[in-house]
């Protein structure tokens, strides 16, 4: 265990065609990932195996074919509470953080369909809370448009009140099921809610019995303001793309988010911070350069350097892609963020000599997330030098190529943590929240029951 006591927190989040957008095409991939339960239910076992803290189910409610060959992950999405149902089936222990679009749902039939599911996980369940960005999403659900920042928010708001209402409006022990008497429910302990907000009128109760872990822990991501008020208002868990920020930067963005806590009666204890980071790993760093490079060439677009040359302060029109920028370009007079560009792809490549196309692919892709690369004692020392520094309480893993990063990961990466006390070697709990280290809420009503009893 770490000096301080503290354990990482670790997540895997399913992309069946990777984090990269030409890794379906690796030899041992599943262009089907999308549909095929062989390889869904085989990552979430592979993840519990590594004794992972969560299987993540990200979710969209579009399809856009333009992005296929940037992200076509987000071409193909399964329904993402259909999947945590079949996968809760076919685990035992690891959590299930599925995602649900508030703006295009009904808050009754989430809270009902989740309590189910926490049901009959045994209390895995854990629910990302999205908002959406996409004008196509309000076509398919007849809308006129896509609601600005605001507005989600504040849909979003009631939303999750709704839902945690909901799943108190039955009290722990209000199934009484008494054989001598013949009554089955103490109907004084469940309770409608009667919510009437400026967008939800909801009566309850609802006609599941409140979930395992009382209240289902709920996650969210997003660095808008909003974003950051409704995490710290509500979520167990924020997930990040801090990790782009590097090392200082996360620090700050961790300390901001601990910081909005104590405004809503919380602690720093009471919220688990993982930022994503993409992992390719190899029993040696050579290995690992190689794999880096091999899966970065995959990807079929043409180089637009429009973005790099702006962040590198440098006119790239008419350099050819495939030279070694240090041969084109004299980085000598380049600004100090444009040299850290250039080294941070170096240090990816394993090579000093990398070329404009390289380069960029490194750039485009570090900006969704941080790539580490390297040996398992390599990447472990980045992640624990993250997690010390207070960077981060865990990492949400994202696959470069699946499923062979997360087999990688799982059986290169887990010991060494583990090796270090940095990472649990079983399960110690039964629950979402026992992997986060987060307490079961009491219910509302035995509360305020046993607060007025007591005076």
Known sequence: ??????????????????????????????????????????????????????????????GLTA??????????????????????????????????????????????SLATIDHLSGGRIGLNVVTGKNQEAADNFGRNEHWDNARRYDWATEFIEVLQQLWDSWEDDARVADPRTGRFVDDSRVHRIDYKGEFFSVAGPLNVERPVQGQIPLINAGASERSRQLGARYCDLRFTNSSVLGLDGAAAYYADLKNRLPEHGRSADDQRIVPGVAVYTAPTD????????????????????????????????????????????DLTTAPPDATAIVNGARELWGTQDVTLREVNSSFIRGGWFKEIVGSPSRVADVLEEWFEAGAADGFMIFPPEMPASLDAFVDLV???????????????????????????????????????NGR
């Open 1 to 62: 265990m770490a000096p301080n006591g503290r354990r990482m927190h670790l997540g895997f989040t399913i992309w069946p065609t990777g984090f990269l957008p030409g890794a379906w095409r690796s030899p041992g991939s599943h262009p089907d990932g999308n549909s095929s339960p062989r390889l869904l239910q085989a990552a979430a076992r592979t993840a519990e195996r590594g004794t992972f803290d969560f299987f993540f189910i990200g979710d969209r409610v579009v």
């Open 67 to 112: 992005s296929q060959f940037a992200a076509p992950n987000e071409v193909l999405r399964p329904e993402a509470l259909t999947l945590a149902a079949n996968i809760a089936a076919v685990t035992e222990h690891i959590g299930l953080i599925t995602t649900v679009n508030t703006t295009y749902a009904e808050p009754y039939n989430v809270a009902r």
């Open 414 to 452: 887990v010991p060494e943590l583990r090796r270090r006390g940095l990472f649990r070697t079983a399960y110690e709990g039964h629950t979402l929240r026992d992997h986060l280290g987060l307490g079961r809420p009491r219910n509302r009503w035995a509360a305020e029951r046993e607060a007025v």
């Open 286 to 329: 050579r290995e690992a350069h190689a794999l880096y490079a091999r899966l970065h060439r995959l990807a079929v677009r043409a180089t637009d350097t429009r973005q790099l040359a702006a962040a590198l302060g440098l006119d790239l029109e008419g350099v050819d892609p495939d030279a070694v920028l240090g041969d084109v370009l």
